[in-house]
């Protein structure tokens, strides 16, 4: 992975995990729209993909099944880090990289925060190529796709074209 604090504007599908220590009082003060102060000059993030929470809220689930179902992080991405991640103490900051809007930026934490990890989703799965059989035949499971036009139907309906034309010809010529 790439340095943490470095936000390409290519990156997808990662989120960063950064605690704080500080008492209640001072962290009720820290909310998704005030983040970025802590995060580093000038970053202009998408507030709601930011969350900001006191660990408490997660002791029955903890935060690596947060992260697994919550952000489709991988469980070999948290491999050896769960239960580190599920024993944190204090406020819990999650930066999804979508919060940055597809901008690059360079993230400068307050020494207040404390940066735990960078976790991400897991790359799909390239796509399986089409069969040649299908792909030539223009059909996909049964279900045909651009099947070409049968010839006597296409001349069908362009005979009942010329014939709808000639018609009104003649009733314009009649009526006129």
């Given at each position: 992975?790439?340095?943490?604090?470095?936000?390409?504007?290519?990156?997808?599908?990662?989120?960063?995990?950064?605690?704080?220590?500080l008492?209640?009082?001072?962290g009720?003060a820290?909310?998704?729209?005030?983040v970025?102060?802590?995060?580093?000059?000038?970053?202009d993030?998408?507030?709601?993909r930011v969350?900001?929470?006191?660990?408490?809220?997660?002791?029955a689930?903890?935060?690596?099944?947060?992260?697994?179902?919550?952000?489709?992080?991988?469980?070999?991405?948290?491999?050896?880090?769960?239960?580190?991640?599920?024993?944190l103490?204090?406020?819990?900051?999650?930066?999804?990289?979508?919060?940055?809007?597809?901008q690059?930026?360079?993230?400068?934490?307050?020494?207040?925060?404390?940066?735990v990890?960078m976790?991400?989703?897991?790359?799909?799965?390239?796509?399986?190529?089409?069969?040649?059989?299908?792909?030539?035949?223009?059909?996909?499971?049964?279900?045909?796709?651009?099947?070409?036009?049968?010839?006597?139907?296409?001349?069908?309906?362009?005979?009942?074209?010329?014939?709808?034309?000639?018609?009104?010809?003649?009733?314009?010529?009649?009526?006129?």
């Amino acid at each position: 992975m790439s340095d943490p604090f470095q936000v390409l504007s290519s990156e997808r599908g990662v989120v960063r995990v950064f605690t704080t220590d500080l008492d209640s009082e001072g962290g009720s003060a820290i909310t998704p729209e005030n983040v970025h102060r802590l995060l580093g000059a000038n970053l202009d993030l998408e507030r709601s993909r930011v969350e900001v929470f006191p660990s408490t809220v997660l002791e029955a689930m903890g935060l690596s099944n947060y992260l697994i179902e919550g952000y489709g992080i991988s469980e070999g991405d948290l491999r050896g880090q769960a239960a580190a991640l599920d024993s944190l103490k204090g406020l819990i900051v999650l930066v999804a990289s979508s919060a940055f809007k597809g901008q690059s930026a360079q993230l400068e934490p307050n020494p207040g925060l404390r940066f735990v990890g960078m976790f991400s989703e897991p790359s799909p799965p390239p796509p399986e190529p089409m069969a040649a059989p299908q792909a030539a035949e223009g059909t996909l499971g049964g279900s045909q796709i651009n099947k070409p036009m049968d010839t006597r139907s296409g001349s069908m309906w362009l005979l009942a074209m010329l014939l709808l034309l000639a018609v009104a010809a003649l009733v314009l010529f009649f009526v006129f």
